[in-house]
């Protein structure tokens, strides 16, 4: 028997489940029911296939409980509750889900088990959820949108697939306007009912760069000419001999300089410093001639 589901919290979860029944059983998993019939295709697979997660079919509140526990798990303040630990794994492109279902049946309802890391594997999946949280919460602290066309838009470079969390963070910080978060050739678009979409969708980022936001009179041209200026205010007041490269280099580690171009441009600026400028030409800037 071959169990078939979708990369999924409830695609894992129903196959947590059906493995429990059938522990002889073999795992495949995909994204969708098209990609997943392309590897029985590929496979040659005769044996009977149970699909699990591509329909509406969802885990029942009795088998969720009888796979992640009856009471919370969590070992600090910090870990995410058993669900959400299973959607930022998912999350991660070095996970195997298949691996992950596994490891969920072997704490046989115990989830502190996958918190206290006493396996290897156990403390490897604790590893992943960690990397996948640290990777939005530095987008968080770290990325600078900008208006394009009247939407808030920045574009991300993230081996994880994080865009979608970020965009309803940056969604929910600016209420106001409408957002896009462009992680290569998809987009996430919240506080979509501003520019006649649903609240939060995903799409192409083409889509996105042909949309107009409400405030048409906000260009990129006028964004570019604020960072210019902001650059300029901030190496006029830069004291270098109160400068602190180790510290800076802490804040803004080297590590995390390719998100996007003012991030490369920040890490420039903490290993090499600042040019020479002066209050002088910020004035001259804000007033020219």
């Keep these: ?3 078939a589901f979708k990369v999924s919290v409830n695609g894992v979860l129903l196959a947590c489940a059906k493995l429990k029944e059938e522990p002889e059983a073999e795992l495949m998993f995909a994204n ?3 990609e997943i019939k392309q590897k029985l295709e590929f496979s040659n697979i005769e044996d009977e296939v149970i699909y699990l997660g591509f329909d509406r079919q969802s885990a029942t509140s009795g088998s969720i409980t009888e796979i992640l526990g009856k009471r919370s798990a969590r070992m600090s303040r910090t870990d995410p509750a058993p669900i959400k630990y299973i959607d930022l794994i998912l999350r991660n492109r070095d996970a195997n889900p298949a691996e992950l279902v596994r490891l969920l049946i072997s704490c046989c309802g115990k989830m502190e088990m996958l918190y206290s890391k006493k396996t290897q594997l156990a403390r490897r999946y604790y590893r992943y959820m960690r990397d996948v949280s640290a990777s939005w919460q530095r987008l968080c602290m770290l990325a600078r949108p ?3 066309n009247g939407i808030l838009t920045v574009r991300i470079d993230q081996r994880h697939d994080v865009g979608d969390i970020f965009c309803r ?3 929910k910080k600016n209420p106001d306007v409408p957002v896009a978060v462009i992680h290569g050739k998809y987009a996430w678009v919240g506080n979509g009912k501003l520019v006649g979409l649903g609240g939060f969708i995903k799409t192409t980022a083409k889509f996105v760069e042909n949309l107009k936001g409400p405030e048409q009179d906000i260009g990129i041209e006028t964004d570019v000419e604020v960072e210019e200026l902001w650059d300029i205010f ?5 004291i270098e001999t109160r400068r602190n490269r180790t510290l800076a280099k802490k804040m803004q580690p080297k590590g995390v300089s390719d998100l996007y171009g003012m991030t490369k ?3 420039y600026k ?3 410093g600042i040019a020479n400028c002066t209050l002088d030409r910020f004035i001259q800037e804000q007033n020219p001639r």
Aim: aromatic residues 14%; hydrophobic residues 45%.
């Design 234 to 238: 901030y190496d006029s007041q830069m």
């Design 265 to 267: 441009k920040d890490r």
């Design 146 to 148: 900008c208006f394009i």
């Design 169 to 171: 963070w940056l969604a």
């Design 270 to 272: 903490v290993e090499h």
């Design 32 to 34: 969708n029911k098209h």
């Design 1 to 3: 028997m071959i169990i």
